[in-house]
């Protein structure tokens, strides 16, 4: 079975950090372009950053450029997303999935893992 497992999240106030994993099993998605999305309360999932298979390209939203950074372990079958400098605007269920031609493969979403920033 394949799985993706976020964690790391949490309650944290503004400023503040954390670093979110996503740990892949059942198969290995180091071929794969690799993205972290986020669904806020009443909004529809967004992209938030994306690293290339070897971690040498990453893409961001404008939003999170300079505050938040992809990386990768294709040793470990994880993709972390470090995030500084939270804003209260963070706040949403954080995803990772496998990418392909620009999109989600959205048959791989996991259970997310809250983020939740207070001013």
Request: glycine share 12%; aromatic share 10%; net charge positive.
């Amino acid at each position: 079975q394949v799985q993706l497992v976020e964690a790391g999240g949490g309650l944290v106030q503004a400023g503040g950090s954390l670093r979110l994993s996503c740990a892949a099993s059942g198969r290995t998605f180091s071929s794969y372009r690799m993205g972290w999305f986020r669904q806020a309360p009443g909004k529809e999932r967004e992209f938030v950053a994306s690293i290339g298979s070897s971690g040498l390209s990453t893409r961001y939203t404008d939003s999170v450029k300079g505050r938040f950074t992809i990386s990768r372990d294709n040793a470990k079958n994880t993709v972390y997303l470090q995030m500084n400098a939270l804003k209260p605007e963070d706040t949403a269920v954080y995803y990772c999935a496998p990418m392909l031609a620009g999109k989600a493969l959205n048959s791989y979403w996991g259970q997310g893992t809250q983020v939740t920033v207070s001013s």
